[in-house]
Antibody, heavy 126, light 110 residues
Framework: QLQLQESGPGLVKPSETLSLTCTVS??????????WGWIRQPPGKGLEWIGS???????YYNPSLKSRVTISVDTSKNQFSLKLSSVTAADTAVYYC??????????????????WGQGTLVTVSS | QSALTQPASVSGSPGQSITISCTGT?????????VSWYQQHPGKAPKLMIY???KRPSGVSNRFSGSKSGNTASLTISGLQAEDEADYYC??????????FGGGTQLTVL
């Protein structure tokens, strides 16, 4: 069964770049039916979609984060990654990676998210 | 993009039915049949409960159902059980080819 696992530093200093990797096991990241995405959840708050990527490299980003976000994919390692630059305390959150359904009937983009990784807490603090 | 609007909390007694609403606009919920619902227990990752407005993934109880009317989607849980107590989030595809979540609803089983 498909599993996703986030990895990366749990502590990042303000103004630096947050970097996380999601490793996919039990299936191929090169599937034509799915995107791969990042979602975050600040402590005690709701979910926020960060962005999604197709195995070919096509990306979709949350407009509110687009200027600071880069999502990339490494099909040889079955991994995809998130970089968020110029972080502040407001970026402190649990970061989840997830597989996303590929919407094909309109202009493309992510649909539902399943499964999810267990999540990793990233704290922004000096 | 603005978050979808959900009630902050709902409650019900065991055996009862409850409905959680999720209101968006014609650019997201109202424009596409790509609304999904997630259940999240404390300290756990969200779990997909409903996708494409009303479809249930394999393994999800048929006590969970989804619907949509105009710009508002709804999740109904019938025969409420103690284990249903959790946070619930809706999500929708948008006309900008992005995804947007609701603010979340805390369900309390009395």
């Amino acid at each position: 069964q498909l599993q996703l696992q986030e990895s990366g530093p749990g502590l990042v200093k303000p103004s630096e770049t947050l970097s996380l990797t999601c490793t996919v096991s039990g299936g191929s990241i090169s599937s034509s039916s799915y995107y791969w995405g990042w979602i975050r959840q600040p402590p005690g708050k709701g979910l926020e979609w960060i962005g999604s990527i197709y195995y070919s490299g096509t990306t979709y980003y949350n407009p509110s984060l687009k200027s600071r976000v880069t999502i990339s994919v490494d099909t040889s390692k079955n991994q995809f990654s998130l970089k968020l630059s110029s972080v502040t305390a407001a970026d402190t959150a649990v970061y989840y990676c997830a597989r996303a359904a590929r919407i094909t009937t309109v202009r493309g983009g992510p649909g539902w998210f399943d499964p999810w990784g267990q999540g990793t807490l990233v704290t922004v603090s000096s | 993009q603005s978050a979808l609007t959900q009630p902050a909390s709902v409650s019900g007694s065991p055996g009862q039915s409850i409905t959680i609403s999720c209101t968006g606009t014609s650019s997201d919920v109202g424009g596409y049949n790509y609304v999904s619902w997630y259940q999240q227990h404390p300290g756990k990752a969200p779990k997909l409960m409903i996708y494409d407005v009303s479809k249930r993934p394999s393994g999800v109880s048929n006590r969970f159902s989804g619907s949509k009317s105009g710009n508002t989607a709804s999740l109904t849980i019938s025969g409420l059980q103690a284990e249903d107590e959790a946070d619930y989030y809706c999500s929708s595809y948008t006309s900008s080819s992005t995804a947007v979540f609701g603010g979340g609803t805390q369900l309390t089983v009395l």
